[in-house]
């Protein structure tokens, strides 16, 4: 038994020390900045969980300096694993995705994680100024019994961010209609990354439902400790670490082939001739289910050239292209007198938007403003 114990604390070793690699030269690789250095911190977090596990199995938190630091800076930080799993979702499948203010709000739950911290702070902040009595048994029966349940929130808000990233993953693919635009190897990863992650919260849980009944939790702890759960996430930091890292790379080098491929001036003016046509005589974009695939047919143009020309020379996405002009011609449609009766969606939907959230969106990162915004601005115009 001895052996296999050995053998299961290398494995937490070494994928911590592993993930602490990989995070590294995540963080300072110049190649898919943004997603690459959100995966790091999703990395590095469970990486630290590991690493505390260990530390514990080797009492190297019996120096003054070491337990100094467990008590007081939190190194299990689970909370934050579940924004950053959609985060790297949103950013490795859409290159203009940003953390925000309003996003780093998803957050603030780590307080979650650092209660048994505070509480150790509390109670050393209050023997010192003499408001309490230096007893520290009932804040470490309080702690413990925390740390128990602690777990049952922190599984919880993994488990619904990952239901958020399948659903955004689906619904992206719903929007494209099949046509990933030349996301398909980007898909196919971040498919792949939830489903291991979702499998880990089946293992987590298997492992959670007895270990939070007061009756059971020791008996787990003597019988099998937190191998596993601790082994698999091991392994997922392993898969994580070296599959993300190769991804990374791959697509990175797959912009800079795109990015270099070259075009004539002629096929350039041409192709954004055609495509203007399409959008002001054809008005393609009234069509809700406008997809590449269907310019390319109404142009004669290749989809490859098409998406070259929008991304290298009108820098902008397919998407971006085709809002530009619904955007318009619900600015024209509110400016005319006969359509101060109708509402905003229905106005929309006639524009060829087919969610009311994605036009409220796009017309606030186009105009930098709401659409009541506008429409109070075209009334005091008149």
Known sequence: MGVFLSIFRTIILFGAIQGFIISSLL???????????ILACLIVLISLACFNLYAEYKNWFGSDILRVIAQFIPLIMVMPIGPLILFYVKSSLDPNFRIRAKQR?????????MVPQLTAILFVVGV????????????GNFIDTYNVYADIPRWISASFYLWLSARYVSALKKQYHGNLNGLTASFGWIKEFIRIFMIF???????????????????????????PVYIPLAILVYWLGIKGYVISQQQAVKKITVTNSSLS?????????????AMQ???????????????????SIPQKTISAVLNQHLHKSFNE???EYRIEAFKAKIQA???NQFTFAGIAFECGFNSQATFQRTFKQITGMSPSAFRNSVVQMH
């Open 105 to 113: 709000i998803q957050f603030l739950p780590v307080i979650i994680d």
């Open 265 to 277: 001036v002629t096929i350039v003016q041409e192709t954004v001739f055609l495509l203007h046509k």
């Open 337 to 339: 007198a006969d359509m």
């Open 281 to 299: 005589s054809d008005k393609l974009y009234l069509n809700p289910n406008l997809t590449l695939a269907l310019v390319s047919e109404n142009t």
């Open 128 to 139: 010192i100024t003499g408001l309490l009595k230096n007893n520290p048994r009932p804040w």
């Open 27 to 37: 963080i300072f690789s110049k190649k898919n900045k943004r997603p690459n250095r």
């Open 321 to 323: 292209f085709i809002n």
């Open 201 to 227: 919260q089946a293992i987590w849980i298997l492992y959670l439902i007895p270990y939070v009944i007061p009756k059971y939790t020791d008996a787990i702890l003597d019988t099998v400790d937190w191998y």
